[in-house]
């Protein structure tokens, strides 16, 4: 199993942007595909963007294309996702997963972080 901590979360205006971190441990973090979710109260978690374990290819949910990027660091076993121009209906627990093969589906990832608050208000 990977081992995640996100930070970042916090409080903006609408329109404003947050970067998430994700630190992993483990020795396989290189090969894990890595992803954010996210769950608003009285929602179910769901998908928001995942990166493959090279880099090389991203997945991005369409309510947020456009204004959040996914990006990793193998060298520093970090997974970052930028978000910008940040909407109230953002607002939700992020939480950072590892799933090795995984692409979008809740159900590939095995390893999850404790989550970090993300607010936006209007």
């Known amino acids: 199993q990977v081992q995640l901590v996100e930070s970042g979360g916090g409080l903006v205006q609408a329109g404003g942007s947050l970067r998430l971190s994700c630190a992993a441990s483990?020795?396989?973090?290189?090969?894990?595909?890595m992803g954010w979710f996210r769950q608003a109260p009285g929602n179910e978690r769901e998908f928001v963007a995942a990166?493959?374990?090279?880099?090389?290819?991203?997945y991005v949910a369409g309510s947020v294309k456009g204004r959040f990027t996914i990006s990793k660091n193998n060298a520093k076993n970090t997974v970052y996702l930028q978000m910008n121009s940040l909407k109230p209906e953002d607002t939700a627990v992020y939480y950072c997963?590892?799933?090795?093969?995984?692409?979008?589906?809740?159900?590939?990832?095995?390893?999850w972080g404790q989550g970090t608050q993300v607010t936006v208000s209007s």
């Open positions: 997963a590892a799933g090795f093969g995984a692409t979008t589906a809740i159900y590939q990832y095995d390893s």
């Open positions: 990166v493959s374990w090279s880099g090389g290819t991203t």
């Open positions: 483990g020795r396989t973090f290189s090969r894990h595909t």
